[in-house]
Each structure stands twice: as structure tokens, then as C-alpha cells.
């Protein structure tokens, strides 16, 4: 995009808003907030070409802590919110924060196309696996037999995987971080925000009171280690410790552990090597198939590939029809046809 630079140097002081942040203390959210704060000021945009589009739940009070421009829509909405502000003002960032309960049950289909139609968008979905605004039900991203409020003898849904959700859907750019490794989120929402297309993140975020260490192995900066898989573009899927290194294998499309020594090298061993720009995404998928406890939970960039988004497809024929057919009338347009006279 093509932007005026900002006639002043930002500082993360200059996104964060008067309102008094409401979450409960302990809250992902709040280091996720930071994080984009710090962020958005490296970015070189003035704060009003940012949009931030929210729907319901907790993560989605964001756009009142942001500086920037905002909306606060309605629940599982967001998407489509979105798509009509980029679609208007192609030259915005703009930005989509949901949960896993707004974006992936009442909003999953509005979620999907906003997905497979490529929009210039960074979606940002927050996961705790509950609901945290409404006190604690079972979320379509939550485990099975979790005991709730909505399920005190233990949940039987089966797991939405947010991430093989998008990849699905055909995201062009899909990534997981974790709320408290800032500098591993800061650069991954760096990568979405110079994808052109949508920008899938699954941010794993701890509810400290309906909720509480969802995610600890990968939040513990001891645990992770050995429980997260860290993605890099070219690198040998290799994760642990010294003395407890360990590959991933995978052999038609199915993943498996691979023991390591130290010194061995894991592409000799048969580890898979990371690769973004595998234009199928089978390959993201059997990553995105990594569950704990038999697999570590992989984090980084799973798929970034390019292709045409939406609203340069849009623009393009648009353009064709002005070429082809005139600027066009809309007062024409509206009394062409059939037309009738409603009277007293």
C-alpha cells in the first residue's frame, strides 16, 4: 500500500488509547496488546490508516485501547465488517481480533469467506479453549470431556484445530504464536502484516480464571523447550533439549518422532525440512495435525504462499467494465427497467 509517512516518529505510547484496559488480571490479553502496540509505530503508517474491527468477547474490547481507528461490531461479524472497509478504503490496514468462541462458532462462516476470498486482512484469533466473557462454557476450540458450567460432566464436542480451519479455508498465510513469547508474536505479526492477502494468526492465550494453564507447556519458558515446535523457513523440524533432541518425520503425509543425538543431523536421519511456499498446503497440514501429548505443539509460520487478493481482483474489473462500458450512471441505473410509482 501507498501511504504518507508519519511527519513525526510513533511510539508505542502514541496506539495506546485513554481507556482503562478491563480484563481480569493475569489476562493474555494484555500481552498481546502490548505486543501490537509496540509493533504498529516500526510499521511507518500514521495511526489513521490502521483499522481495528472486533466482534464479541473479551479479546474484542481491543479496538478501545487501540489509538487508531475502530469497530466494535456484533458477535462473529467482524470479518465481514472488515471486508467492506478494505474493500472501500483498500489502502487501510486493516486488522480483525476474534476469539475462538466469536470467530469459530457464530462466526465461522463469515470467518471462512473472509478466508478463501484472499481480502488484504490480518486476523488475529485469540485461543484459550473457553468461553471467558460469559463465564466459562466450552468453546469449539476446547478438549474433549473439559468440565464447564455447559458441561459439568465433560464436553464430547470434537475440537475445531484453528489452524487447519484456515488452512481449509485456502489462507495464503497462516501462523500460531503464544501471548507471552513476545518476541517470537512481534515477528510473527510482522510476517502477517507484509503478507498481501489474509494473514491467519492463532495467538494461544491463557484465561487465567475460567481456564487457567491451558497452555502452560508452551507459555513456561522451561516446558516449551521440549513441548513447542519453533518454525523457520529452511530449518530441520527439530525440537528438545540437550540430550532430549527430537525430529519430525513425515512420510506420506503422516508425521512421526525421530530420536536424536546431539551431534546427529537430523536431515540425514530422515527430518522433514520446514518450508512456507509449498503451493499445496498438505504439507501445513500434517503440521497443523501436531497435538500434544505425543507431538509438540509447532509455532511460527506454517503457509505463506502469494497470490491475487480480492480487492485487486475487484479493482481490476472494475476498471475492465469502466473501459469497456463508461463510468456509468447510478440514477440511470436505478430508473432503468421496470419502474413503478407507489401513491396515496
Not at 475502530?70 to 467492506?84: D, L, N, S, Y
Not at 481456564?211 to 518454525?231: F, M, Y
Not at 511456499?277 to 497435538?291: D, E, K, N, V
Amino acid at each position: 500500500m501507498t501511504v504518507a509517512e508519519p511527519a513525526v516518529k510513533l511510539t508505542k505510547k502514541d496506539f495506546t488509547s485513554d481507556q482503562d484496559v478491563r480484563w481480569c488480571p493475569g489476562c493474555g490479553d494484555y500481552s498481546v496488546l502490548a505486543n501490537v502496540q509496540r509493533l504498529l509505530p516500526e510499521l511507518g503508517l500514521p495511526r489513521e490508516n490502521f483499522v481495528f474491527v472486533s466482534g464479541i468477547g473479551c479479546s474484542s474490547r481491543f479496538p478501545y485501547y487501540m489509538n487508531t481507528y475502530g469497530f466494535h461490531t456484533i458477535h462473529g461479524r467482524a470479518p465481514a465488517f472488515a471486508t467492506g472497509i478494505k474493500i472501500s478504503r483498500p489502502e487501510l490496514s486493516v486488522w480483525v481480533v476474534t476469539g475462538d468462541g466469536d470467530g469459530l462458532s457464530i462466526g465461522g462462516n463469515h470467518l471462512l469467506h473472509a478466508i478463501r476470498r484472499n481480502i488484504d486482512l490480518q486476523i488475529l484469533l485469540f485461543n484459550n479453549r473457553v468461553y471467558g466473557l460469559t463465564k466459562g462454557q466450552y468453546s469449539p476450540t476446547s478438549r474433549i470431556g473439559m468440565r464447564t458450567k455447559s458441561s459439568p460432566t465433560g464436553s464430547i464436542d470434537h475440537a475445531v484445530d484453528p489452524v487447519a480451519f484456515a488452512l481449509g479455508c485456502g489462507a495464503t498465510f497462516v501462523a500460531r504464536s503464544v501471548d507471552v513469547d513476545a518476541p517470537h508474536l512481534q515477528q510473527v505479526l510482522r510476517r502477517a502484516y507484509e503478507h498481501s492477502g489474509t494473514a491467519f494468526v492463532e495467538i494461544l492465550q491463557n484465561c487465567p480464571v475460567y481456564n487457567d494453564d491451558e497452555w502452560i507447556e508452551v507459555e513456561d519458558r522451561k516446558q516449551r523447550v521440549g513441548a513447542s515446535l519453533v518454525l523457520r523457513d529452511g530449518d530441520p523440524l527439530v525440537f528438545g533439549g540437550k540430550g532430549q533432541r527430537r525430529g519430525i518425520r513425515i512420510e506420506a503425509g503422516i508425521p512421526s518422532i525421530v530420536e536424536l543425538g546431539d551431534d546427529d543431523d537430523p536431515v540425514a536421519s530422515g527430518v522433514a525440512v520446514h518450508s512456507e511456499r509449498h503451493q499445496s498446503p498438505a504439507y501445513a497440514f500434517a503440521l497443523a495435525s501436531l497435538q500434544r501429548p505425543e507431538f509438540p505443539v509447532p509455532v511460527g509460520v506454517f503457509r505463506a504462499v502469494e497470490t491475487s487478493t480480492y480487492e485487486g481482483l475487484l479493482e481490476q474489473q472494475e476498471q475492465e467494465a469502466v473501459e469497456s462500458r463508461g463510468p456509468g450512471d447510478l440514477n440511470a441505473l436505478l430508473r432503468s427497467g421496470e419502474t413503478w410509482t407507489v401513491e396515496e
